[in-house]
Structure formats: C-alpha cells, structure tokens
C-alpha cells in the first residue's frame, strides 16, 4: 500500500472512531462510497403543514404505531420504520425481552454493543446488575417485560439525541398500551425524562410514583423512575436508593392489578 493510501485509511480509521464504530460486524469491507442509482423522484409534497424534522417523523412514527395492533406487528413496522438514521449503524433491532404478560414493564435507555450483537435488551454488564436487582425482589425475566426508548445502539453508546427520542417515542407509547402493564419502571435519566416529558434530572425524579397517562390506555399507568443499572456500576453508592426504589416497586405489585381494563 502506498503512503498516500495509508494516510487516507488512517483518517477513516479516525473517523470510524469519533463516531463511534468499535465492532467490526462483518469480515470484509464494502465499498460504502461506491455511487448509488439515482433515487426515484421525490413524491409531491403532501399538505402538510412544515415542521421540525423529528416532529414531522415523529408524526410518521405515530401513524405506524397506531396501526400496529399486537406486539409483532409493531416489532415489524419499527423493522421497517426508516426515520431514525441509528437503524443504519445498529446490527440489529433491539424490540424487547421477558413477558409480555407480566404486570412489571421496565423501559431503558438504547441498546449497548452486547445488546446490539443479541438482538435483546439489557444483556451486557448493566443488564446482569438488573437482573441481580430484580431477583432481590423476585423478578426474572419471566416475570417482567424488558424494552428501551430506543430500539437501535447509537453508535459508540452516545447518550440519545432529542431528534432521535422524539421520533422513537410514538413506538415505545404504543408498545406500554400493547403491553399493558401493572406498573412501568423508567430506568436512568433518558428514559425518565422521555416518558415524563420534562427536563428535570434523575435525582430529581427517582423514587416517586406518576401517574402516566399513555395514548390508547383508559387510566393512567402508576410508574416509578429509578437510577439506570449503568449509573449504578459507576456509582455502587447510589445502590442504597435504588434499593428503596426496588422496594417501593415490590410493594406496589403487591397490589392486586387490573391490567389496564380497557385494551389499547
Ligand atoms: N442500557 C440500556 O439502557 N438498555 C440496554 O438494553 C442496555 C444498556
């Protein structure tokens, strides 16, 4: 290879890093750059009124979830849902994992690199913490239903972007009231303030119940926002509040519950 070629394969290599690809997923490279057939002709604009791009996707997005009418069905209109540019860096849709019967719904943040490898949420370091926190409260994943506000990894696990919550968030709406549960548990910041819809931090919004009104459920869903399991290796300090929070969650199953009375 000559020294030019070198120079030019270390500044894609830099590149790769700063946004963020640290896997290699298959064995050979493509030839990304390759000119494409010119894309058919953009359709006539529709009259609809111009809006912030994430909001007219999220409106996109809303319109395919609401037409989902069962948990597979929104699995595959999220597989086909080419709005969010995450979906071309991930390896993989990361839906969901546990029960979908189960009365404990729990929502984290997006996907890391194991997670995005499996294809399943919650399967990396911070997911065996989670799973160790709910079997202190006798949970498993047979007994809780597991999904994130994103279902693709952003790439180099950057935090989500606002765009990118805002256009994801009619999915995870419509997968609670497909889902139903008894109680939904917001893991970390990102998912807390997301479902919440406000700006104030996790410190802030830990360890107190909602009452989260989610389209197409008949009463307002009781959910609790606790520290993400990620923050929680960081910070071994916080497992003290965390742990009350496990608690308050136990006791709250401990009520019967009615599973939502009206289907979404
Ligand atoms: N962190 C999350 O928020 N979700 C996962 O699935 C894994 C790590």
Redesign the pocket.
């Known amino acids: 290879m000559s020294d030019p070629e070198l120079q030019q394969l270390a500044t894609l290599l830099r590149w790769y890093e700063e946004v963020g690809v640290d896997a290699s997923v298959v064995d050979e490279a493509g030839v990304w750059t390759r000119p494409k057939a010119a894309p058919p002709p953009a359709p006539a604009p529709a009259s609809r009124p111009a809006l912030p791009a994430a909001d007219a996707t999220a409106l996109d997005a809303a319109a395919l979830a609401s037409e989902a009418d069962t948990l597979e069905a929104l699995r595959a209109v999220i597989d086909r849902f080419d709005g969010c540019a995450l979906k071309v860096t991930a390896t993989n849709l ?1 839906f969901a994992d546990g029960n979908p019967q189960a009365r404990l719904m729990l929502v ?5 690199a194991e ?1 995005d490898r499996k294809g399943l ?4 370091r ?2 065996q913490l989670l799973d160790r926190m709910l079997a202190a409260i006798g949970l498993d994943r047979n007994t809780v239903y ?1 999904t ?1 506000i994103l279902n693709w990894r952003p790439p180099g696990n950057r935090t989500p972007n606002p765009s990118e919550i805002t256009m994801c968030l009619p999915f995870v709406h419509r997968h609670i009231a497909l889902v139903r549960p008894d109680v939904l548990v917001l ?2 910041g ?2 807390a303030k997301a479902l919440l819809a406000t700006n104030d931090g996790i410190m802030k919004l830990r360890g107190r119940w909602y009452d989260l009104a989610v389209p197409g459920l008949a009463a307002p869903l009781p959910t609790i926002a606790t520290f ?3 923050y929680l290796l960081r910070t071994p300090l916080a497992k003290r509040q965390s742990w009350k929070d496990l608690i308050a969650i136990a006791k709250r199953l401990e009520a019967p519950g009615d599973r939502r009375a009206t289907p979404a």
């Open positions: 990361v984290g943040e997006a996907p890391g997670e949420p919650f399967v990396g911070a997911g597991i994130n893991l970390g990102t998912s993400h399991p990620a």
